[in-house]
């Protein structure tokens, strides 16, 4: 019983070991009969062919979540609280400082700063948390604000989308991580998210973002209501967006965790199929350079064998992680964690920036 | 620099176009061919970097055994006692008579432990121990009886060679009349551990009061001369090296050879917690799946590759699925040894579960029994 195959396949095949770009067809007959181990053969060289470098890179980077309050009610999340719960919080510049000093013996560079969408929090008050982190960590770099959190913003400011990412930058915001993507599918996203923002304005603010030179990255959580059609286009999505300004320096991906969620009932995906999708987003994103695995849901065992599929980061040392973590069992890696990762898939450990710069451990 | 027109990617007969340029390319083809591998190309599996290309050579040596199936059980695990005699390096298991968190399981005990298991289909008791220092040889044979009377249907696959030898220590017999007197109380497999790593050097460091490989394949090969089927393991990730590796795969595959008696080959990977050996920290993922993909490969004769999901972790034994495993053990519901160093496994997983994990990596899913006889089967 010979494994499937299909001219489609075989074309698919030989187009990503000449780099050539694939069809939605293409990729999709990938995803749903490609062989994994070809599809991770093929997205190792296309790794290298990227980045001949034998490294891996990671950053020391830590998770701030600035507040669980949130208007958003998606059912696959287990991290929100509705406004006037008990358990709602926001965190004081001060909580926030002391955050960021507890990382800068580490070695830390960045936060991922990103929070709920809380209903009273004006433009003003982010601006006010971005002059503060300025003027306390003038070197740490800040990742924050998703889309869905920067359109939330511009509506209860009643601002435009790109005046609001104009003042966010102003006031100190470096770049802008591709949360909040999930699948960039509407009828995914009325199933599972249905007053969060949608496909076209989740593309419009990296776009907008983009076209100021501000870099972003670009995410997908799948494994819950979609068909690897659905995948395939979410991906052609954004390759199509990297066609106009280039502003994506990274892809990331993870699997829908279903734990304490309204879509508890959904099976949980493992890892067949993210080490497949992942490689297959190597394979069809020819235009993003790199590509980073969820330890936090696949676990170290995981993302090592990813980093032989395609895979050329592993990511944050996160230091925290609520969001994810709420919805089931996790996984924790420190720096030292990260790098023994990578020493043992093969690979030299080399500590980056948000734009894979080369940073001193 | 498209390629020449390919042959069809996944012919199972030539290496597909996106591994011809793979450095084991001469493995593959000689894996597409069906001939059997030498050492030195066992050494070669295992220190490639090209793990996709080692995952397919294996996956089409699993696939011309077994097709889309993948196996599992439903079993239970019996760890009646953890007193033992020995003080191995890589075990967080077990305890000196009388120390604090010892137990020994009288045989009421036992069979209270696996009463509320009565008519729920298990296929299986998993039933090992440590090598207990004052435990008589009829305890052994009237837990076994006890547990045959109580769960007629339920296959007994009990002590690894290491306990059987001791048995025979105890007993007075030889090696094959404790089998005799085993088999008649209702012994009907023997557990593949115990094997560790056969080289004397390494035994010597980790477990030398162990039974020597020597007297391992005594065990087992006098068991498959009375009809006793036996697994076969390989612990690594500790101080063995990738030759000591191959040398252990080959000296069972010509076990296998002789008697055919082998179902099946579990790669154990060692767990660093609690134990002498904790610094040298688990093996990666990579090791993990090279290790099953290569004792597939080596082991061309042995039916069954078993990716022991509590152990491994039920997501890399997923992706084992895809690198020569063929089976992912069973619901277990109650495990220790592996749980004392370390692993953050649930202890049980609901068959619905175990079918959902084989699916999703493109397998039918099929309960066997301990024997690998199909006891339900599905369409995909």
Redesign the interface.
């Known amino acids: 019983?010979?494994?499937?195959?299909s001219p489609l396949?075989?074309r698919a095949?030989?187009?990503?070991?000449?780099h050539?770009r694939l069809s939605p067809e293409e990729g999709v007959a990938l995803l749903e009969a490609g062989?994994?181990?070809?599809i991770?053969?093929?997205a190792?060289?296309r790794r290298m062919h990227l980045h001949p470098r034998n490294e891996v890179t990671y950053i020391v980077e830590r998770n701030i979540n600035y507040t669980n309050v949130c208007v958003t009610y998606c059912r696959f999340c287990a991290f929100y609280r509705r406004p006037g719960h008990k358990e709602g919080y926001v965190l004081s510049h001060d909580e926030i400082g002391r955050k960021i000093e507890e990382i800068l013996p580490h070695g830390g560079v960045q936060i991922l700063l990103q929070g709920g969408h809380h209903p009273d929090l004006p433009v003003a008050w982010y601006e006010d948390l971005l002059r503060f982190l300025r003027r306390r960590f003038p070197r740490i770099h800040v990742h924050g604000f998703s889309a869905p959190e920067i359109e939330h913003i511009a509506r209860v400011s009643e601002l435009p989308v790109e005046e609001t990412i104009r003042r966010l930058r102003e006031a100190g915001l470096g770049t802008i991580p591709g949360a909040g993507a999930e699948m960039l599918v509407d009828r995914v996203r009325d199933e599972i998210a249905p007053l969060k923002t949608t496909t076209a304005a989740w593309l419009d603010v990296h776009r907008t973002a983009h076209r100021l030179g501000m870099r972003s990255t670009a995410t997908m959580m799948f494994g819950h209501v979609e068909t690897p059609a659905e995948r395939i286009e979410h991906l052609d999505r954004v390759r199509a967006l990297q066609d106009e300004h280039g502003g994506f320096t990274a892809f990331i991906l993870w699997t829908f965790q279903p734990d304490n969620t309204a879509m508890w009932r959904v099976?949980r995906?493992?890892?067949?199929?993210y080490?497949k999708t992942a490689a297959g987003s190597r394979l069809y994103l020819e235009n993003v350079r790199n590509l980073q695995p969820s330890w936090v849901t696949?676990?170290?065992?995981?993302?090592?064998?990813s980093l032989?599929?395609g895979v050329n980061d592993m990511g944050s040392t996160m230091f925290e992680e609520n969001v994810v973590s709420a919805a089931g069992t996790t996984f924790a890696m420190n720096a030292s964690e990260i790098e023994?990762?990578i020493r043992?898939?093969?690979f030299l450990p080399r500590r980056r920036n948000v734009y894979y710069d080369e940073v001193a451990a | 620099m498209i390629p020449a027109p390919a042959p069809a990617a996944c012919d199972a007969r030539t290496v597909p176009a996106p591994l011809q340029d793979s450095p084991i390319r001469d493995l593959l083809e000689k894996t597409a061919a069906s001939e059997r591998l030498t050492f030195d190309d066992g050494v070669r599996l295992f220190e490639t970097d090209d793990l996709p290309a080692l995952g397919w050579a294996a996956n089409l040596a699993r696939e011309r055994r077994h097709g889309e199936v993948a196996y599992y059980l439903l079993n239970r695990h019996v760890n009646y006692t953890n007193v033992c005699k020995y003080d191995c390096m890589f075990c967080s298991f077990y305890r000196k008579e009388g120390q604090e968190g010892a137990w020994t399981w009288t045989v009421d005990q036992v069979l209270e432990h696996v009463a509320a298991y009565k008519g729920a289909g298990l296929a299986e008791f998993h039933i090992v121990g440590g090598v207990h220092p004052t435990l008589p040889f009829s305890y052994y044979t009237d837990m076994l009886r006890a547990l045959r009377r109580e769960h007629p249907t339920v296959a007994l696959k009990a002590f690894t060679a290491i306990e059987i030898s001791y048995l025979a220590e105890i007993s007075g017999l030889s090696i094959r009349d404790t089998l005799v007197e085993l088999k008649a109380a209702g012994l009907d497999m023997i557990p593949g551990g115990g094997a560790e790593v056969f080289a004397d050097r390494v035994r010597y460091k980790v477990c030398r009061e162990k039974a020597d490989a020597d007297r391992w394949f005594e065990v087992h090969e006098t068991a498959h001369a009375l009809g006793i089927p036996s697994n076969a393991t390989l612990l690594y990730g500790h101080i063995e090296t990738i030759e000591e590796r191959v040398d252990h795969l080959l000296r069972l595959r010509a076990l296998q050879d002789r008697t055919g008696g082998l179902l099946s080959y579990i790669p154990l990977a060692y767990h660093p917690d609690n134990n002498r050996l904790e610094k040298l920290g688990a093996p990666s993922g990579i090791d993990a799946l090279k290790n099953v993909a290569v004792g597939r490969l080596l082991l061309d004769t042995v039916p069954h590759v078993k990716a022991y999901w509590i152990m491994l972790g039920l997501k890399p034994a997923q992706l084992a699925l895809s690198f020569g495993a063929d089976d992912l053990d069973g619901t277990v519901t109650w495990e220790r040894i592996y749980h004392m160093a370390g692993a953050t496994t649930p202890e049980g997983l609901s068959e619905e579960r175990l079918r959902e994990v084989i699916r999703e990596a493109g397998r039918v899913p099929v309960r066997r029994d301990a024997f690998y006889n199909r006891i339900a089967a599905e369409a995909a």
């Open positions: 019983m010979p494994s499937v195959t396949l075989d095949y030989e187009k990503a070991a000449a050539v062989d994994l181990n070809l991770g053969a093929l190792h060289r099976p995906l493992e890892s067949h199929q080490l696949q676990g170290p065992r995981v993302a090592e064998v032989r599929f023994r990762s043992a898939a093969g």
